[in-house]
């Protein structure tokens, strides 16, 4: 029993040592087959983004998805994480997947709460989707985190009055107007301006009467927003793809 037990030691000492002198001897070829691995898969990534996004650009959502569902289950990066799930979720909200699109935005902004990209878009999806009371919470994020961004403000202010608020609508919408008289946007201070005017008209009429008016502008919010405020490029610098 002695004996056997001084055979294993001395083998388990054995395999140890080789162990080590494997790891040492071929550490380099180790190192250069980890960098050479990961450099693919940024590679990889990188041309499903490229892919992605030009199936996105031409209207092609079903295809787009299902790239974007297998990037965002890939990506370790924080920047991409944010980008990847914000067009997943837009995506699953413009082929009529609702649900899955507040899931998919409820996520990431409760992973990234201090992003106003984020917030944004969560708050779009459930605005979209005419749950007006719910979306009050991430527009106010928005206002906070951004407090000179009057269309946060405007998508705020809507919300307000699609739960019947019509007060607190115009407060909010009045605090953009401001916004934009003093960045001289002379469009959306004139159409706050307009809305304003026009929250107050409705009060004479039952809710359904405003209904297609609110959806409307709604829309203009959430294309303006995707259009001429949120910068994909602070998501998709090269380092962002390769780290």
């Known amino acids: 029993c002695s004996k056997g037990h001084i055979f294993f030691v001395n083998q388990t000492k054995n395999f140890q040592n080789y162990k080590g002198n494997f790891i040492l001897t071929h550490f380099p070829f180790l190192l250069f087959l980890n960098t050479f691995v990961a450099s693919a898969l940024a590679k990889d990534f990188k041309e499903s983004l490229k892919l992605a996004q ?6 092609f959502l079903d295809e787009a998805l299902e790239i974007w569902k297998e990037l965002s289950t890939t990506t370790t990066n924080s920047n991409l994480d944010i980008y990847v799930s914000l067009k997943l979720g837009t995506t699953y909200l413009k082929l009529k997947q609702s649900h899955k699109s507040i899931n998919t935005l409820k996520a990431i902004s409760e992973s990234h709460p201090d992003s106003f990209d984020a917030n944004f878009h ?3 999806s459930l605005s979209a989707t005419k749950n007006f009371s719910a979306a009050i919470k991430p527009y106010s994020i928005t206002t906070t985190l951004k407090p000179d961004e009057g269309l946060s403000y405007v998508g705020l202010g809507l919300s307000f009055f699609g ?3 019509s007060k ?3 407060a909010a919408i009045l605090k953009a107007n401001l916004l934009f008289k003093k960045k001289k946007n002379i469009a959306w201070h004139r159409d706050t301006r307009v809305m304003i005017s026009q929250i107050r ?7 359904h009467f405003s209904s297609l008016w609110l959806n409307n502008n709604l ?4 294309d303006t927003y ?3 405020i949120f910068n994909s490029n602070q ?3 090269p380092g962002s793809i390769y780290n």
């Open 54 to 59: 030009a199936l996105d650009d031409d209207g």
């Open 122 to 124: 969560f708050a779009n």
């Open 163 to 165: 739960v019947g608020d």
């Open 168 to 170: 607190k609508a115009i």
């Open 201 to 207: 008209s409705f009060s004479k009429f039952p809710p």
């Open 219 to 222: 829309k203009v919010v959430h």
């Open 226 to 228: 995707e259009k001429a």
């Open 235 to 237: 998501y998709l610098s």
